[in-house]
């Protein structure tokens, strides 16, 4: 089992400890369809999250809650990830609003926009 395989089964069994609620199953959809692209590189540094909306973000990096910024903030998080691993993006916000990405190819750092 390689290390992204490894990555991906912890991130399951995370999600999967949770009670399963409609967002939890989208996790474990969304995290399924990162690992059959784990051909691809994601982000092996940096990723800024930068809203452009007036309401407060939680951010999630491959499954794993990374932090909150308020209206129109922004993150600065480290990814890390390997060659060979793409690299899933979440962020709800407090009104509701949901946004989803899978970065694939290779990144030193990534300028995710949230509009």
Request: glycine letters at 12%.
């Amino acid at each position: 089992m390689n290390l992204f395989t490894k990555i991906v089964c912890v991130a399951l069994i995370s999600v999967t400890s949770f009670s399963m609620t409609a967002d939890a199953q989208d996790w474990r959809g969304a995290l399924a369809n990162a690992a059959q692209q784990s051909s691809q590189a994601g982000i092996m540094g940096q990723c800024h999250v930068d809203s452009r909306v007036g309401t407060t973000i939680s951010v999630y990096i491959n499954g794993v809650y990374r932090g909150t910024m308020g209206s129109a903030g922004d993150l600065y998080l480290n990814v890390g990830d390997f060659a060979g691993e793409a690299t899933f993006l979440r962020a709800v916000g407090a009104d509701g609003r949901v946004w989803n990405s899978t970065v694939t190819g290779a990144f030193s750092s990534y300028h995710w926009i949230l509009n």
